[in-house]
């Protein structure tokens, strides 16, 4: 618990992401009282949560609480609370329903949400798997549509779920929910036909896994369709409605397709709220920051990870979150030492994704790439490690374990809820 009498330079962390967390974790030796404030009393494990989505895994896996976090740590505390301002000339972090926190320095890393880019509809009816009520959403919409279906209740639609977006996420959605389909469905609901089970992977671009090279898209374009993903490539979205997507194809015909729940995975933008705190901002609401990540005009205050519009056009993943929240626990260091500020290096350490059981692509930013089986074991193993907490690791590895070696013995399916 922080000293409320303390003298020490106080540093206010906002979002208890991979941004906000790293943050915290280089400061832990710094002569400082740290302050992590996120509206949620837990860190979310996005790069699982599709698992979450597809009923994989529960969702306490993927979740750890960030007050166990910040106990790790002497110098740090934990508050949860709704960031509503900053007041950048009394240096106070304005909150919903308490007094403001004042702060010496900083650093904001609060993530971004979707971005439906004004499509007529997506905002309204797509669902998206970027934080946990998202996904126990989509997993409960999905895995209701199944069973309504499997039960030939009056008026239930063909259990088609549309995927958007082709990038990693995309693919990891529509993979897992092809093998779900695959391997589970023909066991759990003998009565339901596996065809009316379709699962449509939409991307406006004539590739999936756009950062990649060719062999690896190739190669996951190939894999998705061996496992019955309707691909549709150079397809783009027109309306979204509750029951249908409306899409219009390379020849530039409109299709209207059917559909129980419309997944959104592609594209996103910071909150609205953001700009609403009187920094600078720019493309996609997010904020504007110099080579060191620190605000413009703002010396004291950095903004890392998504939120931030970095010179360099980062990708929006967990490596440039990371290496910039230590990155500025770092400056701040350095600042109190009475050194210079250094220019934020990001050190590319590859992508991953994953197309279902045995199957993932890797790749290198010295060359290597890796695909099939060799890649999945990097993919499970790095995720297993990645995840906070040992009972979490155990209990992924579990139900992971489950679902990929012994499906459909098992059927280790967490079932969803209709909505209220």
Not at 354 to 374: C, H, M, N, Y
Not at 379 to 390: I, K, N, S, V
């Amino acid at each position: 618990m922080i000293n409320p009498r303390s003298k020490r330079p106080r540093v206010v962390v906002v979002g208890g992401g991979f941004a906000g967390l790293s943050a915290v974790r280089e400061l832990s030796v710094a002569d400082v009282d740290v302050l992590l404030i996120d509206r949620h009393g837990y860190n979310t494990f996005q790069p699982l949560l599709y698992q979450v989505a597809t009923g994989g895994l529960n969702p306490g896996d993927v979740t750890y609480a960030l007050r166990a976090f910040t106990s790790r740590y002497r110098n740090a505390d934990f508050l949860r609370a709704t960031v509503t301002g900053v007041d950048t000339e009394q240096r106070l972090v304005q909150l919903e329903g308490l007094d403001p926190v004042p702060y010496d320095y900083l650093i904001i890393g609060c993530g971004v949400t979707a971005n439906f880019f004004g499509i007529d509809g997506a905002q309204e009816h797509a669902l998206t798997i970027y934080t946990r009520s998202g996904a126990i959403r989509t997993r409960d919409r999905i895995l209701t549509a199944i069973e309504d279906a499997a039960q030939d209740r009056e008026g239930a639609p063909d259990p088609t779920v549309v995927v958007v977006g082709g990038g990693a996420t995309g693919v990891e959605m529509a993979g897992s929910l092809a093998e779900l389909r695959n391997a589970a469905v023909p066991i759990a609901y003998r009565t339901l036909d596996i065809s009316r089970v379709r699962i449509v992977l939409v991307e406006m671009t004539d590739v999936v896994l756009g950062p990649f090279h060719p062999q690896l898209q190739a190669y996951a374009a190939k894999e998705l369709r061996e496992r019955g993903v309707d691909l549709r490539l150079g397809t783009s979205v027109q309306q979204v409605r509750e029951d249908a997507v409306v899409v219009k194809g390379p020849d530039g015909e409109e299709q209207t397709i059917p559909a129980a729940a419309v997944v959104w995975a592609t594209g996103i933008t910071a909150s609205p709220i953001v700009g609403d705190w009187g920094l600078p901002t720019g493309r996609g609401g997010r904020i504007d920051v110099g080579p060191d990540l620190r605000v413009t005009g703002h010396p004291e205050i950095f903004a890392v990870g998504d939120v931030a519009l970095d010179p360099e056009n980062l990708p929006q993943v967990a490596q440039p979150a990371i290496q910039g929240g230590k990155h500025a626990g770092v400056q701040i260091r350095r600042l109190l030492a009475g050194s210079p500020t250094e220019t934020f290096r990001y050190r590319d350490k590859g992508s991953m994704a994953t197309i279902g059981r045995s199957d993932a692509v890797v790749e290198f930013p010295f060359g290597l790439r890796l695909k099939g089986l060799v890649a999945w074991l990097a993919w499970l193993g790095l995720h297993l490690f990645e995840l906070m907490g040992g009972r979490n690791r155990l209990a992924a590895l579990i139900n992971l374990s489950v679902r990929y070696f012994s499906w459909p013995r098992s059927l280790n399916i967490v079932v969803g809820d209709p909505a209220d």
